[in-house]
């Protein structure tokens, strides 16, 4: 067995949590479960890699089998890597019958036909999601296995995820490659990026639930107040009804239920400074320039919290709350041409 | 000098174009905590005729401080050292590397590598100081050398920290003659040695030090002040950052706005001549939150801000600077030898 391919799954099997690798291995299905049995998965990571490596050697594994592994990894793991939604299309109306061999082929012939140095695999999952696993190399040099490309095509829909590696200057001829392969004709980067993979899912397939996308004001209803009761006791109703009304708008413009996971979000602002005439302030006829950037561990519930902490109004900005059914984090904002200042577009 | 009178008729003499900008007429403070007005920074011209004359080339003294910019530095407040003499320097770098030879042997020094022999050295900054009443800063440098082979190794600087004091008139007009007025310490390094030659500090002086941070009203004073200074293009964005940490998922949101149009903003709003106001800060800071809230419906009021980054200098809430233009560095460390000296008060 290669040097080089034995390292590959020694740190492969390192990057798994202990708990999981034995898991991991019988996905992988490449060490019988005699072999398994030999292995103690409770002694030091070091050693169970170690072990692992030498049952390999005993079934002399090559490169495509490691990069199935990792494949797997990636799976299991997949907000490890940073994820950009594509989106593809063609001008006919009929869609083809998708055959996995045709794409496999074409895929791979594309990528060859570049570049001979590249290792290419592909692996089929639920939901006719395909993983594709690319690691690159030049015209003189091997690939690198540890800079790779990942794909999650879905073959029933004209989206990929595609997770590119370091090596960027790669990344037009990936997604030639897959417009080829898949039969359409082009192919844009929407503007959607997260680690959250299943997050992007939910939210180009739809799969969250969904908010009603105006926001329609509820007619005030009569206060139940005791006609005796003093101002505080009002004061005290009138705050509950307050919060009852946040939750309740934050219902209807978020949705029921939990919120795609996002880690950030990007506006560039080039609208125009208005504030009131009395301060006498800039009153430039260009755009302001702004960037403002949000970031959190989940962004969407993080947003949705800001009005009952009282730190926002209910409902928050279409420009926050469209994120997940607009599908898009990265938004540049201009002015509507029009009477009403108030109003934005996004392009 | 000519004077420049300000609205209220009472002519001031004017701060002087190729001097320091200083202080004589600085507003008295009209709360306790903070003066409601400062005065505007101005970028700092090297006296040209005398260098000129004195052979030293302009660049000179821009090429000592330029270690200063772009570096990371904690501040401390420094209660005013006692019997400190700056003709003493050279014994300080003695006794305090014997000090941290000592607690290296103790072994408290642990971060210190056992091999690495620590040089002292405590030298004056004659240009970092308002005026002549101001004492000249005093930097501190550790340096490393493998003692292995000392003659082989090279120098490594390790821990740099550096006593200033910007136009303290306030604290040190008051003070009896035997106290050296140093209220502001700036540290780039290793936590264990600001530990130890804190200690040193300490005890030698009968001094005491305590982080300075910086709020969320220092942090507006700073951004409105700093956007309005003139800078060379190309000029980075200023940059307001705030946190919101007590919610289930904390989110923090970064504000940047265009250099331009943040001065263009600016220019309408300071209207006082020489001098910012409480009112000018408000209402520059209301009117990005405005525009900020129009956009989002958020109100970054109600939030905390954290950090603030501009082409002059960025301050973080917890009491860290960075300068980054060479001229208004002085400008800065006036501002923050204010607040330190606000601090020990």
Redesign the interface.
Same mark, same amino acid.
């Given at each position: 067995m290669d040097e080089t391919v034995a390292e590959y799954i020694r740190r492969t099997v390192l990057k798994i949590p202990r708990d999981e690798i034995k898991t991991m291995l019988q996905k992988w299905g490449f060490l019988s479960e005699t072999q398994l049995q030999t292995i103690n998965f409770h002694q030091m990571k070091d050693n169970i890699s170690q072990d692992v490596v030498q049952c390999c050697e005993e079934n002399s594994a090559s490169i495509k089998q490691a990069a199935v592994l990792d494949i797997i990894y990636n799976h299991s793991y997949p907000n490890k890597r940073m994820w950009s939604v594509y989106q593809m299309n063609k001008t006919e109306e009929e869609t083809d019958f998708f055959d996995l061999t045709d794409f496999r082929k074409k895929f791979k012939r594309h990528l060859r036909s570049a570049l001979k140095n590249v290792t290419i695999n592909f692996r089929e999952y639920e939901n006719n999601a395909i993983w594709i696993r690319i690691a690159w190399g030049t015209p003189y040099t091997k690939p690198n296995q540890y800079k790779t490309s990942y794909v999650v095509y879905h073959s029933q829909t004209p989206h990929a995820f595609i997770s590119p590696s370091v090596l960027k200057s790669n990344l037009p001829l990936l997604c030639q490659a897959l417009v080829v392969a898949s039969n359409y004709q082009d192919i844009h980067e929407m503007e959607l990026r997260s680690h959250s993979l299943n997050s992007l899912e939910d939210m180009v397939f739809k799969r969250y639930s969904q908010n009603f996308e105006t926001y329609c004001p509820r007619p005030l209803q009569e206060s139940t107040v005791a006609q005796e009761s003093a101002a505080g006791l009002r004061i005290v109703q009138e705050n509950i009804n307050e919060k009852e009304r946040i939750q309740r708008v934050n219902r209807d413009t978020f949705g029921d239920g939990p919120q795609p996971k996002l880690e950030f979000a990007e506006?560039k602002?080039e609208?125009m400074?208005?504030?009131d005439p009395k301060? +006498? &302030?800039?009153?430039?006829k +260009?755009?302001?320039?702004?960037? &403002?950037?949000?970031?959190?561990?989940?962004?969407l +519930?993080?947003?949705k919290?800001?009005a009952p =902490?009282?730190? =926002?109004?209910a409902?928050?900005?279409p420009?926050?709350t469209c994120i997940p059914h607009k599908a898009r984090n990265y938004f540049k904002?201009r002015e509507k041409k029009g009477f009403f200042p108030?109003s934005?577009v996004s392009p | 000098m000519e004077a420049a009178a300000d609205g209220t008729g009472r002519p001031r003499p004017s701060t002087g174009r190729l001097s320091w900008g200083l202080p004589f007429g600085r507003a008295r403070r009209r709360s306790g905590l903070s003066p409601s007005s400062r005065l505007l920074p101005t970028p700092r011209r090297p006296q040209v005729k005398a260098r000129a004359a004195a052979g030293v080339a302009e660049d000179a003294d821009s090429q000592r401080t330029a270690f200063l910019l772009r570096k990371q530095w904690s501040l401390y407040s420094v209660t005013p050292l006692y019997r400190f003499s700056e003709a003493h320097l050279r014994d300080y770098s003695r006794l305090l590397s014997a000090f941290i030879a000592a607690e290296k042997k103790k072994g408290l020094a642990v971060e210190i590598g056992g091999e690495l022999d620590i040089k002292v050295a405590v030298t004056s900054l004659p240009d970092l100081k308002g005026s002549d009443r101001d004492q000249a800063a005093i930097l501190v440098q550790l340096s490393s050398r493998s003692s292995a082979s000392p003659k082989n190794s090279e120098e490594k600087l390790v821990w740099s920290g550096w006593f200033c004091c910007v136009a303290g008139d306030e604290l040190s007009e008051n003070l009896p003659e035997a106290f050296t007025c140093l209220p502001l310490f700036l540290v780039n390094g290793a936590e264990s040695y600001t530990a130890i030659v804190g200690t040193w500090f300490q005890k030698t002086f009968d001094c005491c030090f305590r982080r300075l941070s910086l709020s969320p009203f220092n942090l507006s004073w700073m951004a409105a002040m700093w956007t309005g200074c003139k800078v060379e293009k190309p000029a980075s964005a200023t940059e307001l950052v705030f946190s919101v940490p007590r919610l289930p998922h904390p989110l923090h949101i970064s504000y940047a706005i265009n250099l331009e149009d943040a001065q263009a903003l600016w220019d309408t709003v300071q209207k006082t001549p020489g001098e910012i106001t409480q009112e000018e800060v408000d209402v520059f800071m209301d009117c990005l939150y405005s525009h900020f809230y129009r956009h989002f419906k958020i109100h970054l009021s109600a939030t905390k801000l954290v950090k603030v980054s501009t082409a002059v200098a960025s301050a973080h809430c917890d009491g860290i600077i960075k300068f980054r233009q060479s001229q208004y560095l002085t400008g800065v460390l006036m501002l923050l030898t204010e607040l330190a000296i606000c601090q020990i008060q």
């Open positions: 506006y602002l609208t400074f208005t504030s301060l +006498e &302030v800039l009153d430039k +260009e755009p302001f320039r702004c960037m &403002v950037k949000f970031h959190s561990p989940h962004l +519930e993080s947003l919290s800001l =902490a009282g730190m =926002a109004d409902p928050l900005s420009l926050l904002i108030g934005f | -």
